[in-house]
Structures are given as C-alpha cells and as structure tokens.
C-alpha cells in the first residue's frame, strides 16, 4: 500500500486530516517530524531553523505512527494536528 493509500484510508475515518493530494503533501512534513522525534526518543524538534517542543508524548507518537503505517485510524491520532498546528500548517 502506498503512503497516499494509507492517507486517504486514515482520512475516510476522521475530521483531522483532509484527504486532499495538498494536504497529504503538508501530512508527509507532519509525519515526518514525528518520526525524527519519536525515533529520537524526544518531544523537541526543528523546523525551519525554529526550536519547537511538542505536545505530544512518545507513546502518542507511536499511536500516530503505527496507526498511518498500518493505514488504520486508531484513537489517538488526531493528535497529529497539534504538531501541524505548532508549525502553521493549516491544512493536513
């Protein structure tokens, strides 16, 4: 399954992502970071040469990445928006 297969899977079961080709685009920035982060073992990341702390727990980390790599929405993920949030990324 592609990463945009797994999006558009994850976004037919929740409001928090929009399960456009533009948003899927921001999404991979987004899912990006908290895989740096998480596979860090941290809650600080960098972002266009800006230092941001995240809301997010390591274990709410993991509940995102696991439930996009499988392609299932899980509860939990919506928290994804509050990093997009943090970087001004409106549409995910």
Do not use: C, H, P
């Amino acid at each position: 399954m592609s990463d945009y297969e797994k999006y558009l899977l994850i976004a037919d079961s929740t409001y928090s992502i929009s399960g456009g080709y533009q948003g899927f685009v921001n999404f991979r920035e987004v899912i990006g970071i908290i895989r740096t982060m998480f596979s860090k073992q941290s809650t600080t990341y960098e972002y266009n040469n800006s230092y941001y702390t995240s809301k997010l727990t390591i274990g709410e980390m993991g509940t995102i990445l696991n439930s996009y790599d499988l392609g299932t929405y899980r509860k939990g993920f919506n928290l994804v928006r509050s990093v997009a949030n943090q970087i001004g990324i409106g549409r995910i």
